[in-house]
């Protein structure tokens, strides 16, 4: 059944992050692009809980400070500085980023602040080497139009780009800082987005402009969009990371039906009587004993190790926990595994199942005091890291009796979501001291407005007539955002349709086999379609070509033409194989006209490796000479 999104309420901001193609960082020197010098560096942190300077500690803050991890910083010298390091305060604001948002500000008619202001962001999970991010407020309101729709932006921002996790282990997590301090623009709408094809065409639309304004970074791990999403009755929930376009409407309609259907559970719990703090005051029982010669290998593998299988009974749960991808047992077991990093916690909906045979789960039943009604969950693990688990597993158990709560989640591919931490507080930001304001002056906005670039739909229709290529093909150029990339190929002197449809259809198509498409760099590409324009190869194969410098990183282009067998004899040399092709086989075809036939018998030779045209040339004029054809 189609939901009907206007009854059930729902809202959705988003907020929409892309890196800028600035040559240097936001507040420093540094360049936006990784340089390898050679210089390696690395450093630790230990996180403490991140207090305010207003003396309150944020809710997420507590709950990164309690898993207590050891943060490990690495980076290459030619992508950092001091500034990365916090051992020298930052520079000034970057006045190229800068520019950059005053350009999206006009192109949407949003009005640029007087003064910018650089404030601090508490960070919590040590992906800022500082605590915190710093964040500047560039212009407030203007609109996206979609479909008819008015969509009001709310703030254009511009902050510092986080370090990449690159490895987490159990007790520490390791980044590279190589992307710390890259400049990024933050767009925020407001919550009038009312369906999952509204989120998609509302981040189509801001990513269309911001790509206008010629001043953002493309390709993977550019853009992020966040999704704050509610539904009537009840909590905000904030999905953060959503990389491609594509996943924004999957998020929205995973959530949409998440939410709905913990709705629905909590008015059954409601009608079963089950209590919230009935639920808090279960006592946790040890099932080691009892499970300790289980053929669950989850269990006997941990049973070996020294550690104990803890269980909780959930009055009233029974049923209510399993189902389809959405699922409350689901919610149980990633907030506990949240707060304490714990994988083997088992809910009752999914037994018998992990090895755990029908008469254990009887006897788990009834050592819990578990009648038909209830539920139960099973943590598996150090004991106290079990018992930890369970404690977890009853407070979101006994939230599930009161509300449907808002929280931090995470985007996992395909659109499903997953819990991340609480909702950070209010009080996260404050005044970074060290930046002093730029100001916005209006010869600067005056410029800026008299240099406006072209809307994308400009930049197709100039493309269109300079070029002519289709409409269609424009726009898959534009949309896979390799404008660029075919402007810098159309020198080579080969068809422009032709290298249009290499760089979106092809590439699209080796991407979906498997193909990893990004090892292609532009400098091969334009060496493969040189060899083209040359008669060295022919067009036809370039797929197979494509393919093989994606396979062979260390290749040339004229490798690979040469190891795939494409590449094309010389003229002279497909002039002799004519010549005796002719000698041999045209007496056979006397009367008929044989250009056909030897056609046919040259495509077999040299299919892929010699231009079509040219053998036809060839032939007729050979066949000529020897007055056997007109
Ligand atoms: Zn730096």
Redesign the pocket.
Known sequence: MALNYRDIGLKVGLEVHRQLNTAR?L????PTEPVESGQKIEFMRRLREAQSELGEVDPAARFEARRSRTIVYRADMG??????MDEEPPHQLNSEALRIALTFAKMVGAQPVDEVHVMRKIVIDGSNTTGFQRTCIVATGGSVRIKGKEVPIQTITLEEDAARIIETGEDTVVYDLSRL?VPLIEVSTAPVIGSPEEAYDAAASIGKLLRATQGVKRGLGTVRQDLNISVSGGGLVEVKGVQELEEVPKVVDYEVRRLLHLDKVRSMLRARGVKAADVLGQPLHDLTGLLASSKSRLISSWVLKGGKVMGVRLPGFSGLLGGGDVRLGKELSDYAKAWTGIEGIIHSDELPGYGLTKEEVDAVRSVLGAGGGDGFAIAVGPESKAREALYFVLERAAVAVEEVPGETRGAKPGGMTVYLRPRPGAARMYPETDVPPSRVTRGLLEEIERNLPPTLEELASRLTSKFGLSTQLVWELINAEAVEDFESLVNTGVQPSFIASLLTETMKDLKRSGVRVENIDLRRLHGYLKLVAEGRTAKESAREVLAYLANNPDSSSLDAVRALGLLAPTVEEVDREVEALVEELAPKFSGKDPFGPLMGELMKRYRGRVDGAMLSRLLREKLRERGIAK
Not at 27 to 30: E, G, L, Q, R
Not at 79 to 84: A, I, S, W
């Open positions: 960082k507040f420093c020197d540094c992508n950092v500085c001091l500034v990365e301090g």
